[in-house]
């Protein structure tokens, strides 16, 4: 059995099977909505749904599971190439430590396969039939016969604090992409303003890579925050890339140490010192979930349009799920 999904105050309809949910189903149909961590947590996928009296009630489309016809009224929606994802077996090729509680993860694909993503998009790996693990891909798209992860290591989680202590090079792991909207838009000529907390960096050096690959003239600003300087794990490239004239760089950290001489306090915030208005940019930024809220609320006040703040909510599936 099917459901028809109207989208309010637009022509466009599409079918939603029993038990699929409105986002899986715009994902068939070829039509995108903003989404995030799909797990009914990050409310990045946020929209309405109009009830019997017309009135438009606020829903998370990745958890709204149709039982009859309904309309629908998303924050966007864009018409795009029905996604083609790939499940591959991919085979451990380094591991190293890039702090205390950073692990950067090198997959190989199998010999002849390229993986097609953006820059920013992230992949599943399938721990087992139902358990998926999310992790943003750090490479840039051209490094297509291999995927970079950052992994924070989580007390308790199944994948950081179990399956990768055990991992070894050659060892194999089950792996889905693309996935995530949070990918770096060519259609556009603005200033572009990136801000990161933690591992929440993983994505933005893949568009920032991919932005020096292509060679592109927008202007990128990095703001990468968090606690410590030893938090900043892989500072010494982002200065690199300031340094080379291809990124400004502004790192911010929260509680530092006493020898710090750099900006302090909350990584959004210190946006918003540097930009009186923010209407004539772009922001792309990935973290913590109370940091891409607060983002997203205080840009908008500032100024920026809602449609050009992109976001990718990083939601700890382990704090929310038994470990088995």
Same mark, same amino acid.
């Given at each position: 059995?099917?459901?028809?999904?109207?989208?309010?105050?637009?022509?466009?309809?599409?079918?939603?099977? *029993?038990?699929?949910?409105?986002?899986?189903?715009?994902?068939?149909?070829?039509?995108?909505?903003?989404?995030?961590?799909?797990?009914?947590?990050?409310?990045?996928?946020?929209?309405?749904?109009?009830?019997?009296? @017309?009135?438009?009630?606020?829903?998370?489309?990745?958890?709204?599971?149709?039982?009859?016809?309904?309309?629908?009224?998303?924050?966007?929606?864009?018409? %795009?190439?029905?996604?083609?994802?790939?499940?591959?077996?991919?085979?451990?090729?380094? #591991?190293?430590?890039?702090?205390?509680?950073?692990?950067?993860?090198?997959?190989?694909?199998?010999?002849?396969?390229?993986?097609?993503?953006?820059?920013?998009?992230?992949?599943? #790996?399938?721990?087992?039939?139902?358990?998926?693990?999310?992790?943003?891909?750090?490479?840039?798209? $051209?490094?297509?016969?291999?995927?970079?992860? $950052?992994?924070?290591?989580?007390?308790?989680?199944?994948?950081?604090?179990?399956?990768?202590?055990?991992?070894?090079?050659?060892?194999?792991?089950?792996?889905?992409?693309?996935?995530?909207?949070?990918?770096?838009?060519?259609?556009?000529?603005?200033?572009? #303003?990136?801000?990161?907390?933690?591992?929440?960096?993983?994505?933005?050096?893949? #568009?920032?890579?991919?932005?020096?690959?292509?060679?592109?003239?927008?202007?990128?600003?990095?703001?990468?925050?968090?606690?410590?300087?030893?938090?900043?794990?892989?500072?010494?490239?982002?200065?690199?890339?300031? =340094? =080379? @004239?291809?990124?400004?760089?502004?790192?911010?950290?929260?509680?530092?140490? @006493?020898?710090?001489?750099?900006?302090?306090?909350?990584?959004? %915030?210190?946006?918003?010192? =540097?930009?009186?208005?923010?209407?004539?940019?772009?922001?792309?930024?990935?973290?913590?979930?109370?940091?891409?809220?607060?983002?997203?609320?205080?840009?908008?006040?500032?100024?920026?349009?809602?449609?050009?703040?992109?976001? *990718?909510?990083?939601?700890?599936?382990?704090?929310?799920?038994?470990?088995?």
């Amino acid at each position: 059995m099917s459901y028809q999904i109207k989208v309010a105050a637009s022509d466009i309809t599409f079918d939603c099977n *029993d038990g699929e949910s409105v986002l899986d189903a715009a994902e068939r149909a070829g039509f995108a909505l903003p989404y995030s961590c799909r797990k009914g947590v990050c409310a990045e996928c946020e929209g309405g749904v109009v009830n019997a009296n @017309g009135v438009i009630e606020k829903a998370l489309l990745c958890c709204v599971r149709p039982d009859a016809d309904i309309s629908i009224a998303p924050r966007k929606i864009e018409k %795009r190439e029905r996604i083609v994802r790939k499940k591959l077996d991919a085979s451990v090729f380094r #591991i190293t430590q890039a702090a205390p509680d950073v692990t950067v993860l090198q997959l190989r694909l199998p010999t002849g396969v390229r993986a097609k993503f953006r820059a920013g998009q992230y992949l599943q #790996i399938h721990l087992d039939e139902h358990a998926v693990r999310n992790y943003s891909m750090a490479n840039a798209p $051209h490094q297509s016969d291999s995927v970079h992860l $950052h992994v924070r290591h989580v007390a308790g989680g199944r994948f950081s604090d179990g399956v990768l202590k055990e991992l070894s090079v050659g060892n194999k792991l089950r792996i889905e992409l693309p996935y995530g909207e949070f990918f770096f838009r060519d259609n556009s000529t603005k200033p572009v #303003i990136l801000v990161a907390t933690g591992t929440g960096f993983a994505p933005v050096k893949s #568009i920032v890579e991919d932005a020096i690959k292509r060679k592109l003239a927008r202007p990128l600003k990095l703001y990468w925050g968090a606690r410590r300087k030893q938090d900043l794990y892989l500072a010494d490239l982002a200065q690199k890339w300031h =340094d =080379d @004239g291809h990124v400004e760089f502004i790192p911010v950290l929260s509680d530092p140490d @006493g020898d710090w001489t750099g900006r302090t306090g909350l990584v959004h %915030r210190a946006v918003l010192a =540097d930009h009186a208005a923010l209407d004539a940019h772009q922001v792309y930024a990935c973290g913590n979930p109370a940091m891409t809220s607060a983002a997203r609320d205080e840009f908008t006040r500032a100024g920026l349009p809602d449609d050009e703040f992109f976001c *990718d909510a990083f939601v700890q599936t382990d704090a929310l799920e038994p470990v088995a």
